[in-house]
């Protein structure tokens, strides 16, 4: 009866015509998932031949000029139209010169996001064996684009985009903007979402004095190029590395594969080596953007708090603040039979080495990422009321099929397309129940290839899995119509999300229940390439809370937290960090208020305006401001924070500051000798007991 009624659903699907790019190859030796044979090439070192597109641009020269004083082996770079000289290195106007010329290993992509997808879609067609792109907003349909190119080639591998690169500090090679003082020669591989938080982390391993042996950001973009399993994989081959940390968040099922991962090597290998892992936003608030674009959970993907759980039964020691990392390792090591004294004393030993070669002095520090990166990707999602006019549109061919107002039934169905991270694709997802507290456990994915759309089979698949076996002939084909349309949707609009719920009427039609739609876009396509002007259009900002709102204007991002009983206001640098805030802060038996990213940079400006923004909620009694200066001296944050309190009318709220990172012992004593309600602090966990004690006692 199945088969008969999928027949039918068959004929309601149009045939797929090939695309001009839709069976393109950029290497002739391609074999299903080939991707995976490029995972070797993030093996960076002091052999890694690197180049630079957009080499002449003002971020990248900056940032070139740091990575060679730091002994990066840059051979050149290209920037189009361009040729002769740049920082004594060749300038090349293609990649195709480049390539032949210059023969890299690696291209660092320092190309803004409207042109960033063009830029790697040519280093994947030169065949540049390791691509790292830092750029923010990058439209989520050009990078799944670009994941279903990379997906037919074995030469290429991509880290990024929208992170802060890879490091090797072992061996002198850094491909991104990582704030350099903060490393240290070494052997602990590090694996992390958050730019900030892999930061803190790599502060504290260097603290230890353990020191790292390479180091990848993944970004936090919906998808990445580079996962936390592809670095597992390099860190276990990598002899270098005795001691691994993963650092996740909300959103996706990367920390999932990585404790499966985990939970396989454990049982395979006789002395595995050690893995500690922390995820942030543990609490943060459902349905919401936590400052980077990837950081929301889709239906049926984990919540933080349960990605935290399986990681630490698959056998990775979970904590719960970053500055932990470097003395739980030293226990680790010690307790899998590796002697941390011995690979601190290799550690040191390499770190003396490494000035000894260079005769540099450590580089001044620089702003060195694009300017896009100061904005915030929130996305926009579409009231079912308004959200219903532009899907209309593509349902009209669907006869029988109608918009209802009323809620969805106990017996309705849930159907939808969003993005299967780890596929690094758009996916059909379908569950046999629409109910709550059901859809998560019961939702399943069918990826399919972004630029040719789903097959027939997947199709099936999708429907066969809504269980309709009873369905009249007439609700199936609505079904498969129904899920074209989507897809439709979803790639001419490109949308993040969109789901919704549908039952059968007594007529044996399918509606689709309009209370229930879930409409969620891309912002960065908007963004960054000012398309889908009539989608950004529809977004009701009198809706929204106004501080939100305002904090976008300044490139904050800001969330207001609803627990009545909260009442320590947070302003943090860096998304992750802010999640980790919130937090830690919850385990010191404190509340925060809201969730407050400045963003890579905290500047006076940017300080001030966060505090009139935490100050109009009347639940805040103490403000605690958590910063790590990673590209951004820490004596500069500290005078921007002195500028910004004077400026701005306290209320009488104390104030208690940790700074860490570069020059946090000047940004420290600046905050102490102020002579203003401020109080700093160096270690997390003291800042934060004196933060829930003010709190408690007001």
Not at 114 to 119: D, L, S, V, W, Y
Not at 609 to 634: A, C, H, Q, W, Y
Not at 638 to 665: H, Q, S, W, Y
């Amino acid at each position: 009866m199945r088969g008969n009624r999928l027949s039918l659903v068959k004929k309601s699907l149009p045939k797929r015509r090939p695309t001009a790019t839709s069976n393109r190859l950029f290497s002739s030796s391609v074999r299903w998932h080939a991707y995976d044979d490029t995972v070797q090439n993030l093996r960076i070192g002091q052999h890694t031949r690197v180049i630079y597109q957009g080499f002449t641009g003002r971020v990248a020269t900056s940032n070139a000029r740091d990575s060679l004083a730091y002994g990066t082996n840059i051979v050149g770079g290209v920037t189009p139209g361009k040729e002769g000289e740049h920082l004594g290195l060749p300038l090349l106007p293609d990649l195709k010169k480049a390539k032949e010329q210059l023969k890299p290993d690696a291209t660092a992509v320092f190309v803004a996001a409207p042109q960033c997808g063009k830029a790697i879609e040519d280093a994947i067609e030169a065949e540049i064996p390791l691509i790292v792109a830092v750029a923010e907003h990058i439209p989520l349909h050009d990078v799944m684009r670009l994941s279903s190119i990379l997906k037919t080639q074995s030469k290429s591998r991509l880290v990024g985009a929208n992170a802060p690169g890879i490091i090797a500090p072992i061996g002198q090679c850094r491909i991104g903007f990582q704030p350099l003082p903060t490393f240290a020669p070494g052997h602990i591989g590090i694996a992390a979402k958050s730019g900030t938080l892999s930061y803190e982390t790599v502060a504290s391993i260097t603290r230890s004095g353990l020191g790292q042996s390479l180091c990848i950001g993944m970004g936090g973009d919906i998808i990445a190029g580079t996962n936390l399993v592809d670095a597992l994989k390099v860190f276990e081959a990598d002899p270098e590395t005795e001691g691994i940390i993963l650092v996740g968040e909300i959103g996706g099922r990367a920390e999932e594969d990585a404790a499966d991962w985990i939970r396989d090597y454990r049982q395979r290998v006789s002395k595995p080596k050690p893995i500690a892992a922390l995820v942030g936003g543990l609490y943060a608030p459902s349905a919401r953007i936590m400052g980077h674009a990837g950081a929301w959970a889709a239906r049926g993907e984990r919540t933080a708090k349960e990605k935290y759980e399986i990681l630490q039964q698959a056998g990775a020691t979970m904590v719960d603040h970053p500055e932990k990392f470097g003395g739980v390792m030293k226990t680790m090591l010690s307790q899998s039979g590796r002697d941390p004294q011995k690979i601190m004393q290799d550690s040191a030993s390499q770190k003396r080495g490494y000035h000894t070669l260079s005769r540099r002095p450590t580089p001044p520090l620089r702003q060195s990422r694009l300017s896009a990166q100061q904005q915030h990707s929130r996305g926009l999602v579409l009231s079912p009321q308004v959200g219903a006019g532009p899907l209309e549109h593509y349902m009209k061919q669907i006869e029988g099929l109608h918009i209802v107002q009323e809620s969805e039934p106990k017996d309705a169905f849930s159907v939808g397309v969003t993005v299967d991270r780890t596929e690094r694709a758009p996916c059909i997802a379908t569950s046999p129940t629409a109910s709550t507290k059901q859809l998560d456990q019961r939702v399943r994915r069918f990826a399919y290839d972004w630029r040719d759309g789903p097959s027939e089979t997947t199709v099936k698949q999708a429907i066969a899995h809504m269980q309709l076996d009873a369905a009249p002939p007439a609700a199936m084909a609505q079904v498969g119509g129904l899920i074209l349309a989507l897809t439709r949707m979803y790639k001419e609009k490109e949308a993040v999300t969109l789901s919704c719920s549908v039952s059968i009427d007594e007529n044996g039609n399918l509606r689709l229940h309009q209370p229930s739609l879930l409409m969620q876009f891309d912002d960065a396509a908007y963004r960054s390439n000012k398309r889908q002007e009539d989608i950004h259009s529809l977004r009701q900002k009198e809706s929204e809370l106004p501080e939100e709102v305002e904090a976008e204007k300044d490139g904050i991002v800001f969330v207001k937290l609803d627990d009545p009983e909260a009442n320590i206001g947070t302003l943090v640098n860096g998304a992750g960090l802010a999640m980790n805030t919130v937090d830690a802060l919850r385990l010191h038996g404190g509340k925060a208020t809201n969730f407050l990213d400045t963003g890579g940079k905290a500047t006076s400006e940017t300080v001030k305006k966060s505090f009139e923004l935490i100050l109009r909620d009347p639940r805040v009694k103490v403000i605690f401001v958590n910063i790590f200066g990673g590209l951004t001296d820490g004596g500069m944050i500290a005078e921007g924070i002195l500028l910004a309190f004077k400026e701005v009318d306290m209320k009488g709220k104390p104030v208690i500051v940790r700074i860490r990172g570069t020059n946090e012992e000047v940004g420290q004593k600046i905050i102490a000798d102020s002579g203003l309600s401020l109080e700093a602090f160096d270690g997390f966990a003291e800042a934060a007991d004196r933060v829930v004690e003010i709190a408690n006692s007001r």
